[in-house]
């Protein structure tokens, strides 16, 4: 091993390219790593105007659907249930058939059954009720230290 050592010559241009090599190394390494961060990052800034410029053009679809009138008009009536004047309007109620209509349960057992009433009626009846009753006025207490009586002794300070 020795004699091969012995036989390499190294020139003074052949260090100089090294030490260059593994400064260049050095120097550009981090740079790259860099580089790389920075591509991923703009990468993840163009998903996000993407997005964006999806949600904006979302948007302005539903602006224009909500300029036309005949959109409105129609939400109007789905949503909010408005006719115009002279309309007659016809709510079907049950218009499912028997089969598809959930049929009555029986009770879990005999002391507990579901009770079937009126309870918007109970709410008005309860409320006329209330406000239909009289209250008897008593005198409101003082809050504090009640006045001694006209006969007691005060007590001493």
Do not use: C, K
Not at 62 to 83: F, K, N, V
Not at 114 to 125: G, H
Not at 150 to 156: F, K, T
Request: proline letters at 7%.
């Amino acid at each position: 091993m020795r004699e091969w050592l012995g036989r390499v010559r190294i020139s003074g241009f052949v260090v100089i390219m090294l030490g260059l090599v593994v400064l260049g190394t050095f120097v550009l390494v981090p740079t790259v790593g860099t580089y790389m961060d920075q591509r991923q990052q703009i990468q993840a800034l163009r998903s996000a105007v993407e997005l964006s410029q999806s949600e904006v053009a979302d948007l302005q679809m539903q602006r224009d659907r909500w300029s036309d009138p005949t959109y409105i008009r129609t939400q109007a009536r789905e949503r909010l249930g408005y006719t115009f004047p002279g309309e007659i309007v016809y709510l079907i109620d049950n218009d499912l058939p028997a089969s598809a209509t959930p049929q009555e349960q029986e009770d879990v057992s005999d002391d507990v059954g579901q009770t079937r009433t009126d309870w918007m009626a109970q709410l008005v009846r309860s409320v006329a009720a209330s406000g239909a009753a009289q209250v008897a006025v008593h005198e409101t207490p003082t809050i504090g230290v009640p006045d001694p009586a006209p006969g007691d002794p005060s007590p001493a300070g």
